[in-house]
């Protein structure tokens, strides 16, 4: 693995995590070029400031689930071809129900390029401590709709409540949040800016 990148796993205790693009659960139906494992690699400043978020999370009452962080350029490029490929129909009502495939790029919900691979990414979302049941988001991860939007108005109050609270919890410990993706943050001081990675997700440690 690259310097400077590690497992959340092996460096915050009890963080748990679903490697969607690493599973045939995902928007694409498959694996993603890649993804040779189900863990999750980020940046080492990433993972401080979450361990700062889940430390107050987890005195709140809830703990965080990580769908994915660091993104190979090579899983990226699988999404732009996935794009343009004739629809299936399997996952569509589930993750694009309004959009048509080949709209998804000329809307932003697939890019050429995505912060995930420079490392300081994260795709997440809160759980219950007590209950060990995900929060009421209003939609599931990855669905490419207005219905993602921080803005959006259709979501309930509950669900406007929850997206809000993991918001304030990633903020306030150094995030920045993408508008038209609840679970979507950036770290606002990156260490790598300007550079797209493109090293596989492994059982290799950088240790």
């Keep these: 693995m690259e310097k400077g990148f590690v497992f959340l796993d092996e460096v915050i205790p009890g963080i748990r995590w679903d490697a969607k693009y690493a599973t045939w659960d995902n928007f694409t139906g498959k694996p993603v070029d890649g ?33 994915d962080a660091y993104r190979p350029q090579r899983a990226v490029d699988n999404f732009i071809r996935w794009a343009a490929e004739p629809e299936d129909g399997r996952r569509k009502e589930i993750h694009y129900p309004s959009i048509k495939r080949e709209e998804l790029l000329s809307q932003g919900y697939v890019a050429a390029k995505s912060s995930h691979s420079r490392g300081s990414a994260i795709d997440l979302t809160l759980y219950s401590l007590k209950t060990n049941e995900m929060l009421q988001m209003g939609t599931c991860f990855d669905f490419m709709d207005v219905k993602s939007h921080h803005t959006c108005e259709t979501v309930s109050k509950e669900e406007k409540e929850n997206r809000q609270l993991l918001c304030d919890l990633m903020t306030r410990h150094g ?14 001081e990156e260490p790598y800016p300007e550079t797209y990675f493109d090293f596989p997700l492994s059982g290799s440690s950088s240790k």
């Design 175 to 188: 995030f920045v949040l993408y508008e038209n993706e609840w679970w979507h943050y950036n770290l606002k």
């Design 35 to 67: 993804y040779d494992v189900n863990r999750i690699v980020a940046t080492e400043e990433l993972a401080n400031a979450l361990k700062e978020v889940q430390k107050e999370a987890n005195q709140m009452g809830y703990g965080l689930l990580v769908w």
